[in-house]
């Protein structure tokens, strides 16, 4: 295998130009710019964005960096045409970017538009001309996915729009999802065909795991929902449903889409664990403390008897503290906390997510420690974890450093009103003296 990855490089390279004139150089890559201002740049220069996603660890990013990034024809054609940015994606903000737009395998090339939508990628090494060829068919459109989203859009095929929904959910790709979602439902309003079914719920999956459902989605949700009741999936629109009752604070019906996904449901179905930590957190809006820790011990309880993945048993066992503490069980709750957090010492939204809890526990230095840990886990990228450290710091007397904080959190996450709202309460007033 040695011998097999020396020839194929000793290929590649035999496929590289020689380099240019002196002064000629390679891409100019912005590394270490929030990706905020990496996006105003393109807005400003009425470019897309180069996305370099990699790793340290990954010899194809460093092959493609010495061969193909570093040549003139490439450095010339990106100045050109692109803002080119890189980020690690294992650290930082770059964490975040890689979950955003499922980045899965080393090294990925984004091209996104000025808003940080996705327009293609390449993964993978090319050389110098194919790299400059590949990313041309994407900046023009003329991709595979590309030409299936025109065809589409020309003549609507439900089997062909399920096939470009899955492509786009591993991308993570809601923007371009979402149109084709609606469509499907407007050609067929029951979702009778099997591509139309499936893209909607892609679109609810990638919606939830944004946390937010717009109010259309959910508006769908309930008309398509009792009408799906045979489908057995159809769990997974009463789940999303529920959580984004709960977000919106409608807890009665919250509560009715998490008892319609569980009615008829076996206990040891992958969905019961999910929709008994949705009845939790909608009796916890309720103001029904326990009914909220009795849907979360029978949560923790499923979980445990199905095996699922360490996040999602921690988090459930976060919720369940989160409910003793509603409760006002805080013993309990400090006990519980401490034997989840174990597993959660390096997750950034686990850690973050302890501190905000341990503030409602009263324990403020505990609440800073572990704030300050979910910042440094996620090196700095975390937008909820420099707001738990913002709410840390506030608790503690220090509005100063809560300011900053937030101001941080604001940076990373620029459309997050709350986040702004917040800020702007931790500022000193125009006029008011120092204290």
């Known amino acids: ?17 020689p380099a240019g004139k002196a002064g000629a150089q390679g891409i100019a890559f912005s590394e270490g710019t929030p990706f905020a201002e990496v996006l105003r740049r393109a807005r400003t220069e009425k470019k897309p964005v180069m ?14 960096d010495r061969m193909t990034f570093a040549d003139p024809t490439v450095g010339a054609w990106a100045k050109k045409n692109v803002v080119a940015a890189k980020v690690d994606a294992e650290k930082g903000e770059g964490r975040r970017l890689a979950q955003r737009y499922a980045v899965r395998a080393f090294p990925t090339i984004l091209f996104l538009d000025a808003s940080g939508n996705e327009l293609d990628r390449i993964s993978g090494v090319f050389p110098p001309a194919d790299f400059i060829k590949a990313a041309e068919s994407i900046l023009s459109g003329n991709t595979r996915l590309g030409e299936a989203i025109r065809k ?50 892609y679109l609810v999956s990638l919606e939830d795991g944004a946390e937010k459902l ?16 045979a489908d057995p999936r159809v769990v997974i629109l009463r789940l999303a449903a529920s959580r984004e009752q709960t977000r919106r604070g409608d807890a009665k ?44 011990r029978k949560a923790v309880a499923l979980g445990e008897k199905s095996g699922g993945g360490g996040w999602a048993r921690v988090s459930r066992q976060f919720a369940l503290a989160e409910a003793l503490a509603f409760a006002g069980q805080n013993v309990e709750a400090r006990k519980t906390l401490d034997a989840a ?13 302890a501190s905000t809890l341990l503030l409602v526990l009263k324990d403020v230095p505990g609440a800073l420690a572990n704030a300050r840990r979910a910042v440094e886990s996620s090196q700095g990228g975390d937008a909820k974890a420099h707001a738990a450290l913002g709410e840390a710091l506030a608790a503690s007397g220090d509005r100063t450093g809560a300011a900053s904080a937030f101001a ?28």
Do not use: H
């Not at 020396?6 to 496929?15: C, E, G, R």
């Not at 809601?174 to 499907?184: D, F, K, T």
């Not at 010492?345 to 686990?350: E, I, V, W, Y």
């Open 253 to 296: 019906a919250a509560r009715a889409s998490a008892l319609a996904g569980l009615k008829g449901l076996p206990e040891d179905s992958p969905f019961s664990a999910d929709l008994y930590g949705a009845l939790a957190s909608a009796e916890r809006a309720a103001k029904k403390p326990e009914a909220a820790v009795a849907a979360a």
């Open 214 to 229: 717009s109010a259309e989605t959910l508006d769908l949700i309930e008309s398509l929902a009792p009408r799906l009741s």
């Open 341 to 353: 957090l174990g597993p959660a010492s390096n997750d950034p939204g686990l850690l973050a997510r």
């Open 51 to 64: 996305l370099d996603a990699y790793a340290v660890w990954c010899g194809p990013c460093k092959q493609l």
């Open 152 to 201: 589409l859009s020309s003549s609507w095929d439900p089997a062909l729009a399920g096939g470009i929904a899955a492509q786009l959910a591993q991308r993570n790709d809601l923007a371009r999802l979402a149109p084709i979602a609606r469509r499907a439902v407007e050609e067929d309003p029951d979702l009778l065909e099997d591509g139309a079914r499936e893209t909607f719920l």
């Open 1 to 17: 295998m040695r011998r097999f990855a020396l020839l194929a490089a000793l290929a590649f390279a035999a496929t590289v130009p």
């Open 408 to 435: 941080r959190a604001s940076e990373l996450e620029p459309d997050n009103d709350a986040l702004r709202r917040r800020l702007e309460t931790l500022r000193p007033k125009k006029g008011a003296k120092a204290a």
